[in-house]
């Protein structure tokens, strides 16, 4: 039975679907204030309806994130734009306890993006700002448990510790090299460190996408 939406709602929600469709990413909610010409807080009015309809789910700070949900999701993002889970969080600097929470989740476009079980973490340090990875970035990945020379990979140290590096075999060692002379490679055997996935991208602020 098709939900009941108000004409307001259903521009709204229009709105919303159309600039996923567009950008891959949802609008701020000043954003969508000022295209509908209507107040900041009648648009926040009308998500709570639509969230309570579960048409929509809103998550992070001040719960801003606007993501469609699975029953409205397939008009929007079943061809180019395809959501990837944000599982938890990794570090680019010392290593940090993995932590397999989910943490939402964001839309890629898939014609840049491909493969499949694509997967997104959350970045926090600074030793990899060389290679343009900065703290509070969203790496996505792809699941992958090998790793050639010089690829940036999410790597499990001692089966408990998680991080992002650059991937080297040198002397029958396993060295994960950062990309920030402040901080130094470190070298393990090859029982201490599990490949977990290969860095594919970087996705910045609310609708930068990058590649790496």
């Not at 004409?7 to 909610?29: F, H, M, N, W």
């Amino acid at each position: 039975m098709p939900l009941s939406l108000s004409p307001k709602q259903k521009r709204l929600l229009d709105y919303v679907r159309e600039c996923i469709a567009e950008t891959g990413t949802s609008p701020s909610l000043r954003r969508a204030a000022l295209d509908l010409n209507v107040s900041h807080t009648a648009v926040a009015q009308t998500l709570k309806i639509l969230e309570k309809k579960g048409l929509i789910q809103r998550e992070g700070r001040y719960r801003r994130e606007v993501h469609l949900t699975g029953f409205d999701r397939q008009n929007t993002v079943a061809g180019r734009w395809v959501p990837v889970p944000v599982i938890g969080r990794i570090t680019a600097g010392l290593p940090i306890y993995a932590q397999q929470e989910w943490d939402g989740q964001i839309i890629v476009d898939s014609d840049v993006y491909k493969g499949e079980n694509l997967f997104a973490l959350r970045v926090n340090g600074d030793s990899m700002t060389g290679a343009g990875i900065l703290d509070g970035d969203i790496a996505i990945c792809e699941p992958r448990q090998y790793a050639h020379n010089g690829e940036i990979v999410v790597a499990l140290i001692h089966g408990e510790e998680a991080t992002v590096k650059r991937f080297f075999i040198r002397a029958g060692r396993i060295v994960l090299q950062p990309e920030n002379s402040a901080y130094d490679p470190v070298g393990y055997g090859f029982g201490e460190v599990l490949v977990q996935g290969r860095v594919i991208g970087i996705q910045r602020g609310p609708e930068v996408m990058e590649r790496v």
